[in-house]
């Protein structure tokens, strides 16, 4: 899931990502990018041993956004 939040009267263009991934161990991790809509500024991981709670973090993460203007 990629969100873009712009703005051009306050010089703002962001986007978030988040993609799930399997990592080498056979758990999954939420990747989180986000920066202005030109480069990438920020990537963080955040591991989990099963699928389900991965996929229910990346979709809070998801609903946190779209709260906050992102679309």
Known sequence: MIV????PER?????????LRADLL???AV?????RATQSDQV???????LA???AAAERL???KRR???R
């Open 26 to 28: 056979g758990g999954w």
């Open 62 to 64: 998801a609903r946190r």
């Open 53 to 55: 709670p991965a996929q």
């Open 11 to 19: 010089n703002r263009a962001r986007f978030y990502a988040v993609r």
């Open 31 to 35: 990747v989180r990018e986000w920066g």
């Open 44 to 50: 963080r991981a955040e591991l989990h041993g099963e």
């Open 68 to 70: 906050r203007g992102y």
């Open 4 to 7: 873009h939040c712009r703005d």
